[in-house]
Nanobody
Framework: QVQLVESGGGLVQSGGSLRIACAAS????????MGWFRQAPGKEREFVAA????????KNADSVKGRFTISRDNAKNTVYLQMNSLKPEDTAVYYC????????????????????WGQGTQVTVSS
């Protein structure tokens, strides 16, 4: 199995930027498609971005298109989420997730398809 640890969350002003990271350990990182999800207080967890095993395919939620970028460094066993032009509605706990897959190009937006989850990192955007 794989262990996931998120980092880099914090408080940022509206319009600012933040990069969060998720470090994986315990298994071959490149065997996993990765995703970022978020959950705001009183709301359900929602998809943010996903990336394929190779990093060649990505997908973003409509709410973050043009503002957030997912990337990965398989040599460092880490996936990143660069968040620009942040808005107060981006405030949430951000979770990374890993899906073991044989397919190098698949991206997964459904949380139920992911096998492992991190503990989350808080991102707060002040207005």
């Amino acid at each position: 199995q794989v262990q996931l640890v998120e980092s880099g969350g914090g408080l940022v002003q509206s319009g600012g930027s933040l990069r969060i990271a998720c470090a994986a350990s315990g298994h071959t990182f490149s065997s996993y498609a990765m995703g970022w999800f978020r959950q705001a207080p009183g709301k359900e967890r929602e998809f943010v971005a996903a990336i394929s095993r190779s990093g060649g395919n990505t997908k973003n939620a409509d709410s973050v298109k043009g503002r957030f970028t997912i990337s990965r460094d398989n040599a460092k066993n880490t996936v990143y989420l660069q968040m620009n032009s942040l808005k107060p509605e981006d405030t949430a706990v951000y979770y990374c997730a890993a899906k073991l897959t044989l397919f190098t190009v698949v991206v997964t937006t459904n949380s139920f398809e992911y096998d492992y989850w991190g503990q989350g990192t808080q991102v707060t955007v002040s207005s």
